[in-house]
């Protein structure tokens, strides 16, 4: 999910646990479709269906906007289309775009996605207007772009590089991140190295900047570099809390758009009429990809302020410096008549729409503990967990020794005896409680004094995360509050 994506679920041990990330797309997108959801390999049981395999070179979670296009195609196609994710696809490659769209050429899957970003290192100048440094810097406008059909008639030019195009969704808006310092202006950016994506754009727009830009791989540790380009999201997903301090609240460099693209001889196999209704669950699911990416931003900021990062913004002199900055890049782009047609085109678009950009920022802080804050511990050996599982032979247990559960201003920190640690956005109403990781889980808890237990578990769309049941236990063994220290 490049440096943007989410971070992997990591699943152990028939899924007892897995490194949870803030995906709140995954729930936005079974809310936003009425129709029964398709299961990830798509369809409905017993109908027959032709069978898409689509590589995810974003790690192992599914962009939401592409799930949600996904089962729109389920629901149009009556269960007759089935898209399966393949993913993980090039995980840990620093390049993984590029080498995505050669594998689709060679028919390795059927379908992939790739950022818009990509397209210029293999000859495919046409997303260069959508791209454009501070430009598209809100989700009003990237929607009005969509909905004027600017991005699917860049689609044909994909063609050059062996591939067919068969639709761009909206995605979300990249923010900088600054390790140590704030990134607000030229000056604070320049001689950084900045962890960016495989883009000859985005590398030309951040030298511009006085940046130095580094791809790296997905799941790089920051601290060895200056900042990052990249959605809020993925600053949850990746933790990079813990390697990052700040986010630029109103700089919004570009939006990252998804583009889906097909091997040629699997889309010489399919019908005219499948053809026409993949293209048309695309146009049908514009509007809720701008939905999902809009509120990932709107839940990803409070979660990363509860964790420490800060949004400091832009002034308006130094907006005005980085645009005077990026005049070459601009004067580059209108040398090509068809980019600077769409620039003119997009611009219209935003000067009529009269929307400046989004901004990011820290919501105003709560003094109300919730019922669960607090640390609480409790202790597991290998009887505990056979117990648990109904299983006296399960030997694949999670470690014996003490847990922790830490419940802190909105965040839970979840910590096995081995150190490992999970963190998720937790919210509590009643006796309930929602955790939002890369799956969601809903529970019902129960206090009684200094013991906590848990049960009524609801792991939505997941199927192999059960295990958490047996992790976060039952009623028969509870969780004990640590005293404070006076």
């Known amino acids: 999910m490049g440096i943007e994506q989410e971070v992997p679920v990591k699943r152990r041990i028939r899924g007892t646990w897995a490194a949870a990330t803030a995906v709140v797309g995954a729930l936005l997108v079974s809310q936003g479709c009425s129709a029964p959801p398709a299961d990830r390999a798509g369809g409905h049981a017993g109908a027959e269906a032709t069978v ?82 501070l430009l598209v810097d809100s989700y009003e406008l990237e929607a009005k772009v969509f909905e004027a059909g600017i991005p699917a008639k860049m689609l044909a030019g994909v063609r050059k590089a062996g591939v067919v195009g068969i ?118 699911t514009v509007t809720q990809a701008v939905d999902v990416s809009r509120a990932e931003d709107r839940q990803s900021a409070p979660t990363l302020c509860r964790l420490g990062m800060k949004f400091p913004s832009a002034s308006s002199a130094d907006l005005k410096a980085m645009r005077s900055a990026l005049e070459p890049v601009y004067a580059g782009l209108r040398e090509n008549p068809r980019t600077a047609d769409w620039l003119e085109q997009i611009q219209y678009l935003k000067d009529t729409t009269g929307v400046g950009p989004d901004t990011a920022s820290c919501p105003a802080t709560s003094t109300t503990a919730g019922p669960l804050e607090g640390t609480w511990t409790r202790t597991m050996a290998d009887g505990d967990w056979r117990h648990r599982t109904g299983d006296e032979t399960w030997t694949e247990r999670p470690p014996n020794g003490m847990w922790t559960l830490a419940f802190e201003n909105g965040i839970l920190t979840k910590t096995d005896p081995d150190g490992e640690t999970e963190r998720w956005p937790y919210q509590t109403f009643r006796d309930r409680i929602h955790l939002a990781g890369s799956f969601t889980v809903d529970a019902t808890f129960r206090l009684d004094g200094d013991r906590l237990t848990f049960d009524r578990f609801d792991f939505g769309d997941c199927t192999d995360c059960g295990g958490y049941a047996v992790t976060f236990g039952g009623s028969e063994q509870p969780w004990v509050k640590e005293a404070v220290a006076r």
């Open 52 to 133: 898409l395999t689509l590589a995810n070179p974003g790690g192992a979670v599914e962009p939401p906007q592409l799930v949600a296009w996904a089962e729109r195609v389920d629901r149009l196609s009556e269960g007759t289309i089935r898209i399966e994710f393949r993913n993980e696809w090039r995980e840990g490659e620093a390049r993984p775009d590029v080498a995505t769209l050669d594998d689709i050429g060679k028919g390795k899957a059927d379908m992939a996605w790739v950022g818009a970003r990509s397209f210029d290192r293999v000859g495919v100048t046409d997303f260069q207007a959508l791209l454009a440094p």
């Open 167 to 284: 639709g761009v969704l909206p995605g979300p808006l990249m923010r900088l991140v600054g390790i140590r310092e704030p990134l607000v202006n030229p000056d604070a950016l320049k001689g950084k190295k900045i962890v960016s994506q495989d883009s000859a754009l985005i590398d030309e727009s951040l030298r511009a900047l006085g940046a130095i830009p580094v791809t790296a791989p997905a799941s790089t540790d920051l601290t060895s570099y200056g900042g990052a380009q990249m959605p809020l999201g993925a600053v949850v997903g990746r933790h990079h809390d813990r390697d990052a301090k700040y986010v630029t609240g109103n700089v919004d460099l570009w939006p990252r758009p998804l583009v889906v693209v097909m091997g040629k001889a699997a889309h010489s196999r399919l019908s005219p009429q499948q053809r026409a209704l993949l293209t048309r669950a695309f146009k049908e």
